[in-house]
Each structure stands twice: as C-alpha cells, then as structure tokens.
C-alpha cells in the first residue's frame, strides 16, 4: 500500500516581507523621509521638464514674494528673485547641481577612502603610513581646503567637489580600516590564504563585501554633512558662478534682500535643511537596520 502524502497548504501567492521591509515599513519617520528625499531627486532629475520658466531668464518684475494668482499674468508661485529669475525653476536647477554635488564626493571621497582603509588593513606594513596621511588630512577643515583649492584652480563646482572629497577620505579610511580588522580575525580569511587565493581576491570579494554595510551606512550619515558643508562654501563664494542656480549659492544672492525679500533666501536655505535632514534620518535608519546588535532589539 503506497504511503499517503500528507497535504500540503495551497499557495496564497502572497510572498512573505523581508524583516528588512518590514522594519522600514513600521518606521514611519524613515519612510516619510525616504518618500520626501526620492520626491526631491525626481523633481531635481526632472527640472527641464518641471520648471515653469527659463532659471536664467531675468525679467522685469524683481523681488515678486510668493503668490499663487496673478489674474491672467504668468504665475511665478515661488516668486521672483533680485534680477526677476523665476525662484521655483531656480530651485529645481539649484537642488540638481546640489545634489550632484554631494553625490560626486560621496562617491570619489568614499572610493578612495574605503580602498585606503582596505590596503591598510590588509598589508599591516603600510598601515602606520596611511594612517598618517589620514592624520593629516583630519587636521584641514573642508572650508579651509575650498579656500586653498579656490585659489589655485579658481572657485567653481570642481574646486569644491575636491575640497569635500579629499575632506571624506580620511574618516571613511577610519571607518574601512576599523570593520576590515574585524574581518581580518575571521577564519574565512585564514581559509582563502591557506588554499591560495590571490590577494585581489581576497581584498574584493571576502574583505570589501563585508566592509560593504559599515562604509555605506557612513557614507549615507556623510552625505548630509557634505550638502551642508558645500553649501556653505557656495555662500562664501567659493562655488558655482552665476548665473548657475545652486542653493547656497541662491541663499547667499538674496542675503542683502532679507528685510523686503526674505523669499530669496529662505527657500534654498529651507530647501538644504530638507534635504540634510532626509539623509540624516535615512542615515539613522539604514545604521539601525544593518547594525545586528540593533536588529534584533
């Protein structure tokens, strides 16, 4: 007599969420804030299309506030700014370079912070070398490097970029070199060296895999500092030149303006503390989420 199989539940074809999803979806604040920041890249993405006027476009009619009727005139629903440019296309073209600018010294800075943090972990001769130079490169503020770095290539995006790249390499070096220690204790990597395993691939695929979290939750933390920190340099003038739409750069146009004004400057200045604010809470979050110790709390 054949055995009988026990019956097996239908499928419901729901699939299970992750405890991952999960934990976003009850953490209201982070998923306000992801939903607000993913909002605020599209609209930047889109500011072509999204802008209702020319950013660069001066008219007649300067310092207009904030108004959401004109009759049959051209509605400019943010106002308008000292030289009469439209402040809502401004701003969509402001967030843009913004956040290309915190996104291009994240990436250069966190590469070659985190590649330093790796070889100074991995080759222990090297290690009291490199941590030198990340020493040294503690003791310059980023303001300090953009006004150096403005004086040798001339103020601009570039100068600025670098400023705040060279600025991150040392902490995510710290940051690298103190999760790759940890990885370096572990038995899989005394494994791969017994079995003869290149250093290449043991620096990638075992040791920068699982330094992966750890650097990215910090370069996450990082990015709102960098906006802040470039936007202060913008204000100084140490950014973009106009007529090129950036928020520190629009907040410091309007600073002579604040008594009759004040629209010029409090909207960029607003729009940055959104932004420094949803990375931060993001920030939070992704630590919380990826941090075991936290996880299970």
């Given at each position: 007599m054949a055995d009988v199989a026990a019956p097996t539940a239908a499928p419901t074809g729901r699939r299970p969420?992750?405890?991952?999803?999960?934990?976003?979806?009850?953490?209201?604040?982070?998923?306000?804030?992801?939903?607000?920041f993913g909002l605020i890249c599209i609209a930047a993405l889109l500011?072509?299309?999204?802008?209702?006027?020319?950013?660069?476009?001066?008219?007649?009619?300067?310092?207009?506030?904030p108004v959401w009727s004109e009759g049959s005139l051209p509605q400019h629903w943010l106002g308008t700014d000292g030289q009469g440019r439209d402040m809502l296309s401004r701003l969509l073209y402001g967030a843009r370079l913004t956040l290309v600018m915190g996104l291009a010294s994240v990436v250069l800075g966190g590469g070659i912070g985190a590649l330093f943090g790796l070889l100074s972990a991995y080759y222990r001769r090297i290690?009291?070398?490199i941590m030198r130079i990340a020493d040294i490169l503690l003791s310059f503020p980023a303001i300090l490097l953009g006004l150096a770095l403005a004086a040798v290539i001339g103020p601009g995006l570039t100068a600025i970029v670098l400023a705040l790249s060279i600025a991150t390499i040392p902490d995510v070096a710290r940051i690298t070199r103190s999760a790759a220690v940890v990885v370096m204790g572990q038995d899989y990597m005394e494994a791969g060296r017994a079995v003869?395993?290149?250093?290449?691939?043991?620096?990638?695929?075992?040791?920068?895999?699982?330094?992966?979290?750890?650097?990215?939750v910090f370069l996450t933390l990082r990015f709102g500092q960098i906006i802040l920190i470039g936007a202060a340099l913008s204000f100084l003038g140490l950014g973009v030149r106009p007529p090129e739409a950036e928020?520190?750069?629009?907040?410091?146009?309007?600073?002579?303006?604040?008594?009759?004004?004040?629209?010029?400057?409090?909207?960029?200045?607003?729009a940055i503390v959104l932004i420094v604010l949803c990375a931060n809470v993001l920030g939070d979050a992704l630590r919380d989420l990826l941090d075991p110790r936290l996880r299970n709390t």
């Open positions: 969420l992750s405890p991952v999803l999960r934990r976003i979806l009850k953490d209201r604040l982070a998923l306000a804030a992801a939903v607000i500011a072509p299309w999204l802008a209702p006027f020319d950013p660069y476009n001066t008219t007649r009619r300067p310092f207009i506030p290690d009291p070398f003869g395993l290149p250093d290449r691939t043991l620096i990638w695929r075992y040791l920068a895999l699982n330094c992966l979290s750890s650097v990215f928020l520190g750069m629009m907040a410091s146009l309007g600073r002579d303006a604040l008594f009759f004004a004040p629209h010029i400057s409090m909207l960029p200045s607003l």
